[in-house]
Every structure is written in C-alpha cells, then in structure tokens.
C-alpha cells in the first residue's frame, strides 16, 4: 500500500493567518491527490482534487499544489469556519485509495 | 440535487450481524462507484473498499478483506456494508461516498455517516 503522511498533525492558528500543510507519499503518485475537510460530527468534505483543482464552491482562500511525492494545502487567510481536520488522499492505486493522518487546525 | 442518505446509528452485541445502507439519488446510480470509509472514535479515515454498482464487482482494502461485504442493489439505487459478525472493534462511523468519473477517483459527495456502536 501507499502510505501517506501529513504534517504536521496539528497545529495552532490565528484567523486571518497563512496555513500550510504538507502531505508526502510514499512513492510517485503524479497528482493523484485529493484534499478533505471535516468538522466536528460532519462528513469529510472535498476541497481539493487532482492536487490543484479547486471543487466548486469552495472558497479560493484554499489552494494546492504539488506532484509526484510531496503535496501542500494552503489556506491564504485563516477563516473563523476553517478551523477543522484536514485530510489527504492518494487515488493513485485504484485497488487501495489511503488518507493521511489528518491534520486538525485549532484556534 | 446527487446526494447520498444513509440509514440511522445502529446499537449491537459482539456476535451479531449488521446490514447498514447508502440510498443515492440525483444521478445515475450504475455510472459511479460507491466506497466506503471507516472512521473510528477520534482517530482518522480509512478506506474500506468500494463497488461498481453495475456489475456489485468490488474490491476491499486488505485490512478489510474477509471482515466485512460490500453489495449494491440498483433496483433502488443502495449500497450496503454488512457484517456477519460484529467485534467490539467495529464500533465506529461509517460513510459512503462517491467516486467521481474522472480517473482521478475523487469522492464526492459523501453520505451524513452511520454510527455503529458494538457494545456487550
């Protein structure tokens, strides 16, 4: 299996703050990479796909980018609202889809 | 509007068995596979597997092969996830989500989820 690991698993963040968060593979996975937002007792939502593509609706203070192993959420401008887990996710092998680990965003 | 509603939190006794399901609608339930994912309390998601609603061909992550099936009946546009024999272990939610059409196998949309607690 693919193993994917994000960073860092949480940290701490003031609104209106630049965000980061990096996912890396564990071998190539082109950009076949998506990225997740869940809220506490809600399901997972997709923010993110094909590494760089942003899903309708969702506000373009959320960017990615990256390819082949190493993979980066950014969130331009921390909002009340986005204080959540953020989740990655390799489609490369179709057979085996894995996430990452999480990272949980925290005032 | 594609949306994906799931049946209600479940309460069973380690041994019993467990049918939970995932009505679509919206759209043309053959055309996109179906997964589902595990996610136990506080901790992360985990893919279980998924099915092509067109054929029930489907495929598990081998931390879930041989513990659970994954069916489908597209008379009424539902997937199922089913156990035989539940563990104290499957305590956890449960989502099914949808797998885009792209090759880049995005999910999207998900299910509300299904609470599963297994308790003696």
């Known amino acids: 299996d693919i193993q994917m690991t994000q960073s860092p698993s949480s940290l701490s963040a003031s609104v209106g703050d630049r965000v980061t968060i990096t996912c890396r593979a564990s071998?190539?996975?082109?950009?076949?990479l998506n990225w997740y937002q869940q809220k506490p007792g809600k399901a997972p939502k997709l923010l993110i796909y094909?590494?760089?593509s942003l899903q309708s609706g969702v506000p373009s203070r959320f960017s990615g980018s990256g390819s082949g192993t190493d993979f980066t959420l950014t969130i331009s401008s921390l909002q009340p609202e986005d204080f959540a887990t953020y989740y990655c996710?390799?489609?490369?092998?179709?057979?085996?889809?894995?996430f990452g680990g999480g990272t949980k965003v925290e005032i | 509007e594609v949306q994906l509603v799931q049946s209600g939190a479940e309460v069973k006794k380690p041994g019993e068995s467990l049918r939970i399901s995932c009505k679509a609608s919206?759209?043309?339930?053959?055309?996109?596979?179906i997964s589902w994912v595990r996610q136990m309390p506080g901790k992360g998601l985990e893919w279980m597997g998924r099915?092509?609603?067109?054929?029930?061909?489907?495929n598990y992550s081998p931390s879930f092969q041989g513990h659970v099936t994954i069916s489908a009946d597209k008379s009424i546009s539902t997937a199922y996830l089913q156990w035989s024999s539940l563990k104290a272990s499957d305590t956890a939610m449960y989502y099914c989500?949808?797998?885009?059409?792209?090759?880049?196998?995005?999910?999207?949309?998900w299910g509300q989820g299904t609470l599963v607690t297994v308790s003696s």
């Open positions: 989500a949808r797998r885009s059409s792209s090759s880049k196998n995005w999910l999207d949309p």
């Open positions: 919206g759209y043309r339930f053959t055309y996109y596979w």
């Open positions: 099915i092509d609603p067109s054929d029930s061909y489907t």
């Open positions: 071998q190539n996975i082109s950009n076949y």
């Open positions: 094909a590494a760089s």
């Open positions: 996710q390799q489609t490369y092998t179709t057979l085996s889809l894995t």
